[in-house]
């Protein structure tokens, strides 16, 4: 499989696409089933909030190896209206949309690394990693 998975995201066909594309592609790299479906529902979570939030954006996936450990990494980029407070969005039932707010906070407990780098007027950008 080539290094890098694009895909942009304007729809429900593109997020129901790329949870299946990340299921694959997580199987391809190594993972396991259970871990691999972990993914997809951590994909589907950002994704979806790149609809809901930002209108449009991307998502990239890529194999990652440190040292001797082998792995993913999932990068989900926006240009919509960013968030003011992180760290606030970061915590269980914060939602601005009338939702659970635990999309983001799951996304960190099922993921190895997580990083939300965003700010108003800026977009979004989540990077997260997976070790197998
Ligand atoms: N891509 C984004 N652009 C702008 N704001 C975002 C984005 N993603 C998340 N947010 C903000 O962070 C909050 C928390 O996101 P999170 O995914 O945890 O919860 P939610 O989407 O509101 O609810 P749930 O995911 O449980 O349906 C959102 O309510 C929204 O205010
Ligand atoms: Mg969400």
Do not use: Q
């Not at 979570?45 to 001797?68: D, F, T, W």
């Amino acid at each position: 499989m080539s290094a890098e998975l694009k895909r942009t995201i304007r729809n429900e066909a593109d997020v129901r696409r790329s949870v299946l594309e990340s299921t694959l592609y997580s199987r391809e790299a190594g993972f396991a089933e259970t871990p691999s479906h972990l993914i997809a529902t951590a994909v589907s979570e950002l994704v979806r909030n790149i609809l809901k939030y930002a209108g449009s954006g991307e998502i990239r996936l890529r194999r990652v190896k440190k040292l001797n450990r082998r792995g993913i990494e999932i990068e989900v980029v926006d240009d919509g209206p960013g968030i003011a407070d992180c760290e606030a969005a970061m915590s269980d039932h914060f939602s601005s949309g009338g939702t659970l707010g635990l999309g983001l906070p799951g996304v960190k407990r099922l993921m190895d690394e997580f990083s939300l780098e965003s700010a108003p007027g800026e977009g979004t950008r989540v990077t997260v990693r997976k070790w197998i």
